[in-house]
């Protein structure tokens, strides 16, 4: 990631949170927005992947995942 889409990323972050601003005051916050903010990014584009297979193949690419995650999910 380069610093410009750093830096637009934190001020999207703090900019969409009211008083995030004053709370991003110390280095560990600023941090903690960054990550949230760039986790947030990597969801939704995860997002828009899974959405093009499913519309390219025609089917869910997490089809046998899920599977496997409910039956986990029943040993457990």
């Known amino acids: ?3 410009i889409y750093d830096d637009k990323v934190l001020q ?3 900019s969409n949170f009211g008083r995030a601003e004053q709370l991003c005051n110390s280095e560990e916050m600023k941090l903690l927005c ?7 990014f990597s ?3 995860l997002g828009k ?3 093009f ?3 390219k193949v025609g ?5 046998g995942f899920e599977g496997l995650l409910g ?5 457990e």
Do not use: C, F
């Open 59 to 63: 089917v869910s690419p997490l089809r």
């Open 12 to 14: 999207d972050a703090m």
């Open 1 to 3: 990631m380069n610093s």
């Open 49 to 51: 992947h899974v959405q």
């Open 53 to 55: 297979i499913e519309e």
């Open 43 to 45: 969801i939704n584009e």
């Open 34 to 40: 960054h990550g949230l903010a760039s986790l947030a």
């Open 71 to 75: 039956t986990q999910a029943a040993r």
